[in-house]
Each structure stands twice: as structure tokens, then as C-alpha cells.
């Protein structure tokens, strides 16, 4: 990492309206674009008078929608104003952008005035020398904290909690309580709960803030608390937490290690990203992207992607393999050929809608052991009902152009055998890899696109030697 030897005059803003007009909370484009302009013309004063008044979530979106390149000159010419609050707002890969240009020095004095949780999320993505090099400038009471939480296991519990908490013995009076909190030196920045703890420091019991200030000083914790902490375990997998939260409308939840001692806590508002970042890895997944890589470096890109496409050239050729056993049915009747990737096109577009559904129910909890059976005959069902109406429509066009009607039946048969079995394996194949440990958002369409494509091109060119041959 380069260090930043200097840092401009900060200037006043100038007159602009940067937020969207159409939505109130974005960037405009137009503004965004001045912006690129000025750091384009390298006009440091522009740049920096138009982005220094931003909010700091403001400022993140800009980081998100520029290159690289200018977010290392953008960030040199706010290295003396960044703020902290902007550094965790933003995408991991711009983030790793900036720290790679405000240097291990500054970077690690803005990652101590951060919580726990967010040093650590910026920390995880980084590579273990730039990592280490942070590490090693950090004041020692907060690489202390740093250190423990990156060893929990990527995306738990023990990655998503903050170590500051409020915890009083559960003996306490609403009195004793308020006095503790109006003497601390040091309380959280934002807490809606406080929790009762035994003497062994386990959780047992909680109390929203705002439900203690309204009762009388001589009240007793054990009286208002509610006894069920929905306490989660440190190796808590997020989506785990996610649940929890939803589930019982939750806005803070202590966290817990192998002896049942209160470490820690997880507010809401990590939750909600913890949840936009399930639902952007669950749709980058099922197109074939590991991450999102739209602001990037192109080999990063190309990196992140090429896996996948690999895989995808040795399940074309499979499918290429079935059509090759079909060479003279295709040699004598042309019309195959016209109409063959009609159906699998209609199987992969039925299995899709199946999956998509299905990874969706498996992560909110919906899809389960007891119900998941049902699910499966529904979508083989669901798939023979539209396999048959759009078949019939498909038959009726293909008879209308090739004035067969073999040939139509043909269509028809093959249409409701595909989409049923592509309804079928939409469904079963989720849950499948969901039962063996394997995240169905990342492989589920691999395996859809090669049962759709070999069962469609089978059946259609099977039932056509068959009955046309």
C-alpha cells in the first residue's frame, strides 16, 4: 500500500442538486458524470468541492459507480476528510481500492473508529498481505478485538457482531440501571436492548430500552425482562441470524460462545445487509457470477467468470453428444433441426422459473423436510399443465408451416414430456444439493441446463426417429 504524502485545502461546495430528482435518494447520473469529468481532467478542486459535502453514504454510492483508477484519485484528494462512515457503507471492492490508497497508516486509524463488525467486514475481503499490513499498525486493543472476530468462520455470527454491548446483572432495578448507564464513560452509539446477565455472565433475559425508561426506579429487570434472549452462537451461519430476525421481529440479538458467555451483540441494521447480500449472491449465483464485479479490475472479472464457462462448454458438449446420436434423423428430416431448440429452450426456461422459486423457498425457510415432496409433484405438475397448453399451440404452428401432422404430434409430445421433467428436476434438484451441504444458488442452473437440454433434445429427436423414420 502507498502511503499519501499530502492532502488539498478543503474548499466550500458549490451550488448542485446531486440527488436523483425522479427517486429523491440516489445519485443523478448527471452528477455522477461531473464528477468522472473532473477527476477525467484531473481538476482536483472541482473533484473535491463536489463530492466533500456528501453525505458519507452519499459519497459511497460514487465510490460503488466509479473505476478503480478514480477511486484512488478521488481518494487522494480527500485522504484528509475521508470519513469512516463512508469507508463501511461501501462495496468491498471499492473499499479495498481506498485502502490501497490511503495506506496502512490512515487506513488503519479510520478502521479504529469504526465497530467491531465493520472493520472486520472490510478486513475479510482484503488479501492476507494487505490484511496483515493493517493489522500490525492497529492500536492494540482494537487488533485484539479484530483478530478474535476474524477467527470465526466467514459470513457466522462471530464475523457479524460488535463487541460493545450493554449488559447489566439481572438483580438490578430500573434505578440501578439508569444510574450505571448515566456513569459509564463509554456506551454503544446505537443500542435499542439492554441484557440481564447471571454471574457467570450467561444472557437471561432482555430488555428494550425504550420498555425500562417507562417504569418506576424501584422496578425490577426480572420483572419487565423477557426471558427469551434469542441468543445466536458465534459459528451461526448469517442466514441463520437473518431468520432469527425475521422471524421474531427482532432488533438486536446477543451472541454467544461455546460456554454460553454473552460476547457479543448483532443489531438490525447489519441484519438488513446481511440479507441485500444474501438475496445479490443468490441472483449473481444463479447467473454465474461468484461476485459483483461491476466496478472490477477486467481481469478480476474475467478470473471470477471463467469457471463457470468452462464448466458450461462440458455440458454443451454433453448435449451436443445426445444430438450426434441423431445425425441421420436430422440429415433426412431438416425441419428438426428448425424446430429442435424451441423445446429446449421451453424446458430450460420451465426449469428456471423452478429453481428460482425453489432456492427462494430454501433460504426464507419455507421449503422444508416436511413439505418439500409436495413441492416437487406440484412444479412436475405445474410443468405437464403448460408443457400441454403450449404444446398444443406449438403443434398447431408447426402443422400450420410443415403441413405434417405426425410432425405436430411430434412437437406436442416432446413440449409436455421436457417441461414436465424440467419442472421436476427444477424443483428436486435444490433440494438435493441443499441436503448434501451445497449451496443451490451456485449450482442448481449448471445441472438444470444439462437435464433440460439432453431430455429435450432426446425426447423431441427420439419420438421424431420413432414415429417419422
Known sequence: MSDISHAPEKLSAPEFAPLDPDTGFSLSPEFV???????????????????????APDQAELFDQITPDERHFLTEILSDAFDSETLAEMSPEAAEDVLEALGAEKSAE??????????????EDLAPEAQQEILDVLPAD??????????????????????????????WSVGDTIDYLRAAEELPEHFYVLYAVDGQFHPTGRILLGQMLAQKREVKLQSIMNGSTYSVHTHTDQEEVA??????????????????????????????????????????RAGGVSTQDFGARILDAVKARFGWLFLNVWTAALAALVISQFEDSIEKIVALAVVMPIVSAMGGNT???AVTVAVRAIATKHLTSANRW????????????????????????AYLWFREVPFAG????????????????????????????????ISSSIFLTTVTDCMGFFSFLGLATLILL
Not at 485484539?144 to 446483572?169: C, I
Not at 409436495?374 to 404452428?397: C, D, H, P, Q, T
Request: charged share 25%; glycine share 8%; hydrophobic share 50%.
Open 410 to 441: 411430434v412437437l406436442f409430445m416432446a413440449a409436455v414430456i421436457t417441461m414436465s421433467i424440467a419442472g421436476l428436476f427444477g424443483a428436486l434438484i435444490p433440494i438435493m444439493l441443499d441436503r448434501r451441504g451445497i449451496d443451490p444458488a
Open 110 to 123: 479510520m478502521l479504529a473508529e469504526m465497530e467491531t463488525d465493520d472493520a472486520v467486514h472490510i478486513l
Open 142 to 171: 482494537v487488533r485484539d478485538e479484530v483478530v478474535e472476530s476474524l477467527t470465526y468462520p466467514l459470513e457466522s455470527a462471530g464475523r457479524l457482531m460488535r463487541n460493545t454491548l450493554v449488559a447489566v446483572p439481572e438483580s
Open 374 to 397: 409436495s413441492y416437487v409433484r406440484k412444479e412436475a405438475l405445474i410443468g405437464f399443465i403448460n408443457g400441454s397448453a403450449l404444446g398444443l399451440i406449438m403443434a398447431i404452428g
Open 243 to 284: 431468520h432469527l430476525f425475521r422471524k421474531y421481529a427482532l432488533v438486536e440479538a446477543p451472541v454467544v460462545n461455546d460456554a454460553g458467555r454473552l460476547v457479543g451483540t448483532i443489531t438490525v441494521d447489519d441484519v438488513v445487509d446481511v440479507i441485500q447480500e444474501e438475496e445479490d449472491e443468490d441472483y449473481l
Open 351 to 353: 426449469g428456471t422459473q
Open 33 to 55: 458524470a461531473e464528477v468522472v469529468d473532473a477527476i477525467g481532467a484531473e481538476d482536483r478542486a472541482t473533484a473535491r468541492a463536489l463530492v466533500y459535502p456528501l453525505p
